[in-house]
């Protein structure tokens, strides 16, 4: 009888449903190629860059949950939008870094939202858990490489496509040019400080001790 059902449903209708996304797939883009995005030189961006979309989705929902102490959430992220008022005469280096902070912040909140709404026949706890382990994992790796090659830096697509006009900002230049340790001199040695798969040391290490407790309630 559903082999009946099948062949009578109509071809458009069929087609439609084999070509629809999980809902997780930001998860498996974002965490699953994080990697692919870090050689790219795009891994800095790749948050923005899903949450339009992931915005697009909420917007069509007829009712969107909004998790207890969100609008604490939106008090800051007002708050840090009218810091732009500081920036009236500031040169082009300050105002891409607001705009590069306030997408992250932007991009924070939608996730939150997508994730929070995340019906769990659709995607089960466990899935996000991977996710993050898997994370955790490239988080790891990266830290081992720059402590084992604290020299590396490499040029990548990323960074050839954007004009050189950008690229003179010292913002852009570190977010698309990865270096997989920040080398600085303590008592008189160089010492690595571990920074990929990001752009900044303190990232990595906000992202391993973060990461740490998904990996924990994943193996437990």
Known sequence: MSATRAALQPLSTRVQTKATLPYGWPLFVAFGMFPVWYLLGFGALI??????PMTFSLVA??????????????????WAM????????????????????AGLYYSAGVWCLYLYNAPKRLL?????????????????????FGILSPGLEFATVTEKLFPGSLLNNDLVYTLVHPKVSDVQTFLGYDVPRPQAPFDFSNNWGANFALLLPFVCAFWG
């Open 47 to 52: 948050w923005f860059a899903l949450s339009i």
């Open 61 to 78: 929902r007829s009712k969107v949950r909004i998790p207890r102490g969100f609008g604490f959430f939106l008090l800051f992220f007002i």
């Open 82 to 101: 009218a810091t732009l008022i500081q920036l009236q005469g500031s040169g082009m280096d300050r105002i891409f870094g607001f705009l590069y902070r």
């Open 124 to 144: 089960p706890t466990r899935t996000v858990l991977k996710a993050m382990t898997w994370m955790w994992v490239v988080v790891v790796a990266g830290g081992w």
